[in-house]
């Protein structure tokens, strides 16, 4: 009795002397983490009248769910909305905090994005301004908040009207940014500003895009607190590699409270690889810890083998309570190969050993409005460069440096990206806050995507070196002052070959930096021995598509060729009343200057007048693939001197005509299509060069193949003219001609019929073909093309159906569609010959009877 009592006592003494201290929380975690994105509301700030709000989301979108502006895609609405960007707005919510946090010693409001000047307020006090779309915030705010209900207010300012301050007080104008639509924005005399705000540059228009200045909550924001340290980063250095094992260095940086003994250890998947003990010093440090992987599985690029991934986890142990950072990491050598040979220097890249011809495209963000952009989006534009045979992507720098989940599915599908820093198009400014900004957002975006095996390259800008050397931007800045050229310059200087190469040195100093696209070198303008190249001869220069295949550099890292999007994306913008490539609408939703124009001069080279509107989208995108057709083959047979293609450009913002393969609504273009067949790991290529009539073979694969070439003459009918095949043995990782005869063998002796026949070519491996590919003597408007009839069977597959389609005649440019319904064709905008059968499948979730209700098929004589 008397033990019990002795107890009791004990344990209210206890308990009252707990009751007078600080509560350590009781869970045996260092950090915990809320998220802020429910229950906003939204406000002009001059007006009182609040509004539901989306978080993450953008002013626009919320204005749109509000029933307050119409969609700004639709017809010219965007016209009307220019005024938005001009006001401040701001956004409010309440968010509970209890003991939990209260007691930690550390909380931190944390955003990952604000676009773009924002003043963030906690129960009325300000407690930070930010000043970059693509900065992460971080503030401690444990002194402001109370126990129970909080209120977090943030106050947006007007970009333009920022950017306008800055502006006038510049005294002089910095040359470029002729994409910023000012005029179209309604500006103040038009002044071009946003080369003053670090926000993503085509928000203020570009040459396929709006003028929709954004600004809001754009990414997660969240609440966190810990106690004792916590890790604030943590990289995989990759040391050494071989067969039998990889070794790495684990760096934890870790910010700590004081003095104190701490554990480290890394695991792979729940084993644990290497643990230490270390002591932590009062502040923030890096921390390093060595580990191995036996046995290690390469990670590859698409096409070459496993992108195969290794899921670590860095473990913080503190006196018995812990804290994890994951992540992933590809096992890889990867370089960019620069040295002297006889043409110039070389610009590829070596993956695990083995140069790699660079198949892709440029990418741009899937939408003006970034947090509509939805984890299926950026599935389905991944999937479609990998099922496309795409092995790199290109992060253009006037975008937004990706969501993770970008850089993650890159991961998985073995896609390198070529990132750039978001500098585009323009000089820019360099007072030492704007160089102090930019530093700060280069290690941000640095070491938040160092860790990912696709990242393959970090270039300084996009064509700013070339525009100041041949655009006529120099003429612009001496015309205002015999000093002002040296300044311009001085802050490309200071930006590109200082900053930006510093931070890439300092955290990521196993990846090259490449100081512009295109260049041959650090501030050595582009040429086409020593670098890459954008090459825009065609369409602004108007050459023909034949340059494509001879304008070579050894590295093509741009061009393109524009198309409208189908008929049923018109639709969704468009009435029929726009029906006309120089209506008001087709007009607005076209920025190139010479667009519609362009699109019109080369078609008519090729093919007649299309009868009516539907027709010429349709013509106009078998157009834009057969142009690029002959870039990307011609690049691919220029290997080894030429080692990449990457077209202008995969996706779209909103729905406009473009120079994108698919679009908005992420539909595949032919050019899709084209791209598919173009960049296959085994590739035959039909085609003229001077006197010469050749068929080239290449072989990306690692490895050779024992192949058979098949060629032959077929007349429209079916009726084969001349054929021979020959057995080959195609070198690893090769390109060559295999068939090469006097160009007059075929001009001369089937003159006549030229116009009425097509070369086929195809490379075979066991009976299987790898390749087929078509070449016609003659533009389309001189081909005697009779109407074939094309007939189908259409039968229930696991996923949609099958349709298997024959011909009497020659079909030119099959174009299958199922009307507003969704779904997708393995095939389309193909040539079918007679005595060929060609089976498509159909992904789609429609029935039977709404198929036959909806199906159409058309050839390419229907359009005229």
Not at 141 to 156: C, S
Not at 337 to 343: A, G, N, S
Not at 487 to 493: D, E
């Given at each position: 009795?008397?033990?019990?009592?002795?107890?009791?006592?004990?344990?209210?003494?206890?308990?009252?002397?707990?009751?007078?201290?600080?509560?350590?929380?009781?869970?045996?975690?260092?950090?915990?983490?809320?998220?802020?994105?429910?229950?906003?509301?939204?406000?002009?700030?001059?007006?009182?009248?609040?509004?539901?709000?989306?978080?993450?989301?953008?002013?626009?979108?919320?204005?749109?769910?509000?029933?307050?502006?119409?969609?700004?895609?639709?017809?010219?609405?965007?016209?009307?909305?220019?005024?938005?960007?001009?006001?401040?707005?701001?956004?409010?919510?309440?968010?509970?905090?209890?003991?939990?946090?209260?007691?930690?010693?550390?909380?931190?409001?944390?955003?990952?994005?604000?676009?773009?000047?924002?003043?963030?307020?906690?129960?009325?006090?300000?407690?930070?301004?930010?000043?970059?779309?693509?900065?992460?915030?971080?503030?401690?705010?444990?002194?402001?908040?109370?126990?129970?209900?909080?209120?977090?207010?943030?106050?947006?300012?007007?970009?333009?009207?920022?950017?306008?301050?800055?502006?006038?007080?510049?005294?002089?104008?910095?040359?470029?940014?002729?994409?910023?639509?000012?005029?179209?924005?309604?500006?103040?005399?038009?002044?071009?500003?946003?080369?003053?705000?670090?926000?993503?540059?085509?928000?203020?228009?570009?040459?396929?895009?709006?003028?929709?200045?954004?600004?809001?909550?754009?990414?997660?924001?969240?609440?966190?607190?810990?106690?004792?340290?916590?890790?604030?980063?943590?990289?995989?250095?990759?040391?050494?590699?071989?067969?039998?094992?990889?070794?790495?260095?684990?760096?934890?940086?870790?910010?700590?409270?004081?003095?104190?003994?701490?554990?480290?250890?890394?695991?792979?998947?729940?084993?644990?690889?290497a643990t230490q003990t270390v002591t932590l010093i009062e502040g923030k440090a890096k921390y390093q810890l060595d580990f191995e992987i036996a046995n290690p599985q390469l990670w590859w690029t698409n096409g070459l083998g496993e992108a195969h991934l290794y899921s670590l986890s860095g473990n913080l142990?503190?006196?018995?309570?812990?804290?994890?950072?994951?992540?992933?990491?590809?096992?890889?050598?990867?370089?960019?190969?620069?040295?002297?040979?006889?043409?110039?220097?070389?610009?590829?890249?070596?993956?695990?050993?083995?140069?790699?011809?660079?198949?892709?495209?440029?990418?741009?963000?899937?939408?003006?409005?970034?947090?509509?952009?939805?984890?299926?989006?950026?599935?389905?534009?991944?999937?479609?460069?990998?099922?496309?045979?795409?092995?790199?992507?290109?992060?253009?720098?006037?975008?937004?440096?990706?969501?993770?989940?970008?850089?993650?599915?890159?991961?998985?599908?073995?896609?390198?990206?070529?990132?750039?820093?978001?500098?585009?198009?323009?000089?820019?400014?360099?007072?030492?806050?704007?160089?102090?900004?930019?530093?700060?957002?280069?290690?941000?975006?640095?070491?938040?995507?160092?860790?990912?095996?696709?990242?393959?390259?970090?270039?300084?800008?996009?064509?700013?070196?070339?525009?100041?050397?041949?655009?006529?931007?120099?003429?612009?800045?001496?015309?205002?002052?015999?000093?002002?050229?040296?300044?311009?310059?001085?802050?490309?200087?200071?930006?590109?070959?200082?900053?930006?190469?510093?931070?890439?040195?300092?955290?990521?100093?196993?990846?090259?930096?490449?100081?512009?696209?295109?260049?041959?070198?650090?501030?050595?303008?582009?040429?086409?021995?020593?670098?890459?190249?954008?090459?825009?001869?065609?369409?602004?220069?108007?050459?023909?598509?034949?340059?494509?295949?001879?304008?070579?550099?050894?590295?093509?890292?741009?061009?393109?060729?524009?198309?409208?999007?189908?008929?049923?994306?018109?639709?969704?913008?468009?009435?029929?009343?726009?029906?006309?490539?120089?209506?008001?609408?087709?007009?607005?939703?076209?920025?190139?200057?010479?667009?519609?124009?362009?699109?019109?001069?080369?078609?008519?080279?090729?093919?007649?007048?299309?009868?009516?509107?539907?027709?010429?989208?349709?013509?106009?995108?078998?157009?834009?693939?057969?142009?690029?057709?002959?870039?990307?083959?011609?690049?691919?047979?220029?290997?080894?001197?030429?080692?990449?293609?990457?077209?202008?450009?995969?996706?779209?913002?909103?729905?406009?005509?473009?120079?994108?393969?698919?679009?908005?609504?992420?539909?595949?273009?032919?050019?899709?299509?084209?791209?598919?067949?173009?960049?296959?790991?085994?590739?035959?290529?039909?085609?003229?060069?001077?006197?010469?009539?050749?068929?080239?073979?290449?072989?990306?694969?690692?490895?050779?193949?024992?192949?058979?070439?098949?060629?032959?003459?077929?007349?429209?009918?079916?009726?084969?003219?001349?054929?021979?095949?020959?057995?080959?043995?195609?070198?690893?990782?090769?390109?060559?001609?295999?068939?090469?005869?006097?160009?007059?063998?075929?001009?001369?002796?089937?003159?006549?019929?030229?116009?009425?026949?097509?070369?086929?070519?195809?490379?075979?491996?066991?009976?299987?073909?790898?390749?087929?590919?078509?070449?016609?003597?003659?533009?389309?408007?001189?081909?005697?093309?009779?109407?074939?009839?094309?007939?189908?069977?259409?039968?229930?597959?696991?996923?949609?159906?099958?349709?298997?389609?024959?011909?009497?005649?020659?079909?030119?440019?099959?174009?299958?569609?199922?009307?507003?319904?969704?779904?997708?064709?393995?095939?389309?905008?193909?040539?079918?010959?007679?005595?060929?059968?060609?089976?498509?499948?159909?992904?789609?979730?429609?029935?039977?009877?709404?198929?036959?209700?909806?199906?159409?098929?058309?050839?390419?004589?229907?359009?005229?």
């Open positions: 009795m008397r033990s019990t009592l002795k107890v009791t006592v004990l344990a209210a003494i206890v308990l009252l002397l707990a009751s007078s201290c600080k509560q350590v929380p009781q869970d045996s975690n260092l950090m915990v983490i809320k998220e802020i994105n429910t229950d906003w509301t939204f406000k002009q700030a001059d007006k009182n009248e609040w509004m539901p709000a989306q978080v993450p989301g953008t002013v626009h979108t919320d204005l749109m769910a509000a029933g307050k502006i119409e969609d700004p895609f639709y017809r010219l609405n965007e016209l009307d909305q220019q005024w938005i960007d001009k006001v401040d707005w701001e956004y409010k919510t309440t968010f509970t905090v209890d003991d939990n946090y209260l007691d930690r010693d550390n909380i931190a409001l944390h955003f990952k994005g604000l676009d773009t000047y924002a003043d963030v307020f906690v129960n009325g006090e300000k407690v930070l301004s930010a000043d970059n779309m693509f900065r992460e915030w971080q503030v401690n705010v444990k002194e402001q908040l109370t126990e129970g209900e909080n209120e977090l207010r943030i106050l947006f300012r007007s970009p333009i009207i920022e950017g306008l301050k800055k502006y006038n007080a510049n005294g002089f104008v910095y040359p470029g940014a002729e994409n910023d639509q000012a005029e179209r924005g309604q500006v103040e005399d038009a002044k071009k500003v946003s080369i003053y705000t670090r926000k993503a540059g085509y928000h203020f228009g570009w040459d396929w895009g709006p003028r929709l200045v954004t600004s809001g909550i754009w990414r997660p924001v969240y609440l966190k607190a810990w106690d004792k340290a916590t890790i604030k980063d943590l990289q995989i250095v990759q040391n050494e590699v071989s067969d039998e094992k990889a070794t790495f260095t684990a760096v934890f940086e870790i910010a700590s409270n004081k003095k104190r003994k701490a554990t480290l250890a890394i695991a792979n998947e729940g084993t644990t690889l142990e503190v006196g018995g309570r812990k804290e994890n950072k994951n992540t992933r990491i590809g096992i890889r050598t990867l370089e960019l190969v620069r040295e002297k040979d006889e043409e110039g220097t070389s610009f590829y890249f070596k993956l695990n050993g083995h140069p790699v011809f660079m198949k892709g495209a440029n990418y741009i963000p899937n939408d003006v409005f970034l947090p509509r952009v939805s984890n299926e989006n950026y599935k389905t534009v991944v999937e479609t460069a990998k099922n496309s045979n795409n092995n790199m992507l290109r992060v253009w720098g006037g975008g937004i440096y990706e969501e993770d989940i970008f850089y993650d599915l890159c991961d998985e599908n073995g896609i390198l990206v070529w990132q750039d820093f978001m500098f585009a198009c323009a000089m820019f400014p360099n007072d030492d806050d704007f160089l102090e900004n930019i530093k700060h957002e280069a290690i941000d975006n640095v070491k938040r995507l160092r860790n990912h095996p696709s990242i393959a390259l970090w270039c300084g800008n996009n064509e700013i070196l070339t525009a100041w050397n041949t655009w006529g931007w120099k003429a612009q800045a001496e015309k205002q002052g015999a000093d002002v050229p040296e300044k311009v310059w001085q802050a490309y200087v200071d930006i590109f070959h200082k900053t930006l190469p510093d931070v890439v040195t300092e955290h990521d100093p196993q990846r090259s930096y490449w100081g512009s696209s295109p260049s041959s070198g650090l501030g050595i303008q582009a040429d086409l021995v020593n670098g890459d190249e954008h090459y825009w001869g065609v369409w602004w220069g108007k050459e023909p598509f034949s340059t494509y295949a001879t304008h070579l550099a050894r590295f093509m890292s741009e061009y393109g060729f524009q198309s409208f999007p189908e008929i049923s994306t018109v639709r969704k913008y468009a009435v029929p009343e726009d029906y006309d490539i120089y209506s008001e609408v087709m007009k607005s939703h076209q920025r190139s200057s010479i667009g519609n124009g362009t699109i019109e001069y080369y078609m008519l080279k090729e093919y007649r007048q299309p009868k009516d509107f539907e027709s010429f989208l349709y013509v106009n995108h078998v157009l834009q693939a057969d142009g690029i057709k002959f870039g990307l083959e011609g690049h691919r047979r220029a290997m080894p001197y030429c080692m990449g293609s990457l077209y202008w450009q995969i996706n779209d913002c909103w729905p406009v005509a473009s120079w994108s393969s698919t679009d908005y609504y992420q539909k595949w273009k032919a050019l899709q299509y084209s791209v598919k067949k173009g960049f296959s790991q085994v590739l035959v290529s039909p085609y003229e060069e001077d006197i010469k009539f050749k068929v080239g073979i290449v072989n990306d694969r690692l490895e050779p193949v024992r192949a058979e070439l098949r060629m032959r003459l077929v007349d429209f009918n079916g009726k084969v003219i001349w054929e021979e095949a020959s057995l080959l043995d195609l070198p690893a990782n090769s390109s060559d001609d295999y068939f090469d005869v006097n160009r007059n063998e075929f001009r001369f002796k089937y003159r006549k019929m030229l116009n009425e026949m097509v070369f086929v070519a195809e490379v075979l491996e066991n009976g299987k073909v790898l390749s087929h590919n078509k070449y016609y003597f003659e533009p389309f408007k001189n081909l005697k093309i009779k109407k074939p009839t094309v007939e189908y069977t259409i039968q229930k597959s696991e996923n949609g159906f099958d349709i298997t389609l024959t011909t009497d005649k020659l079909a030119k440019n099959v174009y299958l569609q199922i009307g507003e319904e969704e779904g997708f064709f393995s095939d389309n905008y193909f040539d079918l010959l007679p005595n060929e059968k060609i089976s498509v499948n159909l992904k789609t979730g429609i029935s039977e009877e709404k198929l036959n209700e909806v199906f159409t098929l058309r050839t390419l004589d229907d359009a005229f």
